[in-house]
């Protein structure tokens, strides 16, 4: 009998082992299916068919290929490849699980609303300080509009336009370049593959001529045209009220795609001077089409050409002049307070000397947390201070109540939180935090109204603390 029990117990065993291995077989099996559907996609869908037979497109392919054959889980599968495709050879591509359908998607983007973080428009003095942070979303556009109002009734003399943190999205471009022109101007033109079926080399702007530009608002009609003709082209129209005044657009390295282009339409315009570093050189338009197994796959349908300086994408939009972005808003309005302006640089340098030995560098850290929103009342959002020797502070005036919170720029690329099981924070006690994307929230309970103090120490690299103080 007892023979008989290990011979029971070994075949229960081998049989697991093997159900697992069929399991993990079929889950890889699967991701190898989406990896072909990915290259059928591309070969029907991209811009350029040419760029797909080149060596950097071909490699990239065989490291996605290994990545299905390696990868446990759909999450890892999906990191993986939007990690591999951060360096790809060209931009705009990424795998997400699907939440809505592809034909779904494109409907919900053109009704989407973001909310009010995506514009602010402050004021200096007889300056109008103009933020947008996203191309993206109804109400964008409509707090565009809305902010050009507001500067032609209170009769500013200069504009700031700061995107040093948008990446782009659809068009709210538009109206943010349309109040400040007088006559219409060709910007330059969409490229889909139908051209790159019949040519061989780039178009011009004279291949553009005869047609009618494209306007409207639909991302989904968009995508539909732009598809179904060779070359799409883009004509801005003046909008009313018109600014006049200098205009001072900021831009970074981290300003992209539809931002970009909307870049390149305003350098055309002569009261425009750019500040800032290049662009991201991310133009291309993107498409969402659905894979088996549940993915989604964004890719380019189409690239975009200026009149002025050819392709964008891998290039980007140069400024008029370039210093860090850290720093561009303190140089537009050292020019606007009538400061000559290498007598400015000079100045800025030695600040950039400083930033440059702080531990995050040029990187603008803020308190987000459900004081705030979580960062979309981004004018309410505390921004630490550098105080020397590692430290950054903030402070803010918080009721009675319970807070959740995070220390994160404002692109959220990393976040310092709560390590697991540690969130739990008093007033007076240091506590460690963890830096990484989508850190624990960290908590504390106030039992009566104060203004807070938020310490956060950096001076050890491989140590941060938090210590928070009435």
Avoid at 135 to 163: C, H, P, Q, S, W
Avoid at 330 to 358: C, D, F, H, P, R
Wanted: charged share 25%; hydrophobic share 40%.
């Amino acid at each position: 009998m007892r023979n008989l029990k290990i011979l029971f117990i070994t075949l229960v065993l081998v049989s697991c082992n093997q159900s697992k291995e069929t399991n993990y077989t079929q889950h890889n099996l699967e991701l190898l299916t989406v990896v072909d559907s990915i290259s059928q996609l591309m070969a029907n869908y991209h811009y350029n068919p040419r760029e797909l037979d080149e060596v950097a497109y071909l490699e990239l392919e065989k490291e996605i290929q290994k990545l299905a054959n390696n990868a446990e889980t759909k999450e890892a599968f999906i990191n993986g490849f939007n990690r591999l495709w951060s360096d790809g050879p060209f931009s705009h591509v990424r795998l997400a699980k699907m939440g809505k359908p592809a034909e779904e998607m494109a409907e919900f983007i053109d009704s989407l609303r973001v909310g009010d973080h995506s514009v602010s428009l402050n004021w200096e003095a007889r300056t109008a300080i103009l933020t947008v942070t996203t191309m993206t979303g109804v109400d964008t556009k409509e707090r565009v509009f809305d902010a050009y109002r507001e500067i032609d009734k209170n009769k500013a003399e200069t504009l700031i336009i700061d995107i040093r943190n948008n990446i782009g999205g659809t068009f709210a471009g538009i109206p943010l370049i349309g109040h400040l022109m007088k006559d219409p101007i060709d910007v330059g033109m969409f490229v889909s593959r139908k051209w790159w079926e019949n040519n061989t080399v780039p178009p011009k702007i004279d291949d553009v001529q005869t047609l009618s530009s494209w306007e409207g608002w639909s991302i989904k009609t968009f995508w539909q045209d732009v598809q179904q003709q060779a070359l799409t082209r883009v004509r801005f129209k003046p909008m009313l009220p018109y600014f006049d005044g200098p205009v001072y657009v900021l831009i970074s390295n981290k300003t992209a795609s539809a931002a970009e282009f909307t870049v390149d339409a305003m350098a055309q315009l002569k009261n425009v001077t750019i500040i800032g570093e290049t662009s991201a050189g991310e133009m291309l338009s993107q498409k969402m089409f659905d894979l088996p197994y549940g993915f989604q796959l964004s890719l380019p349908i189409a690239e975009y050409y200026s009149s002025q300086i050819g392709k964008i994408e891998g290039k980007g939009v140069k400024p008029d002049i370039e210093i860090n972005q850290s720093v561009a808003m303190e140089l537009a309005m050292s020019l606007i307070n009538g400061e000559e302006l290498n007598e400015t640089i000079v100045t800025l340098q030695k600040e950039l000397n400083k930033i440059e030995e702080e531990p995050l560098g040029s990187e603008t850290i803020y308190l987000f947390g459900n004081m705030n929103d979580w960062g979309k009342k981004w004018d309410a959002s505390p921004r630490f201070e550098y105080k020397g020797k590692g430290i950054y502070e903030t402070n803010i005036l918080l009721k009675k109540g319970n807070y959740e919170f995070k220390i994160a720029p404002m692109n959220w690329d990393f976040d310092f939180g709560a390590k697991p099981n540690q969130e739990i924070m008093t007033l007076g006690t240091e506590t460690t935090l963890i830096k990484k994307t989508g850190s624990d929230n960290l908590k504390i309970e106030l039992t009566e109204e104060a203004e807070i103090i938020f310490h956060l120490n950096l001076s050890k690299p491989k140590k941060t603390t938090l210590t928070i103080q009435d």
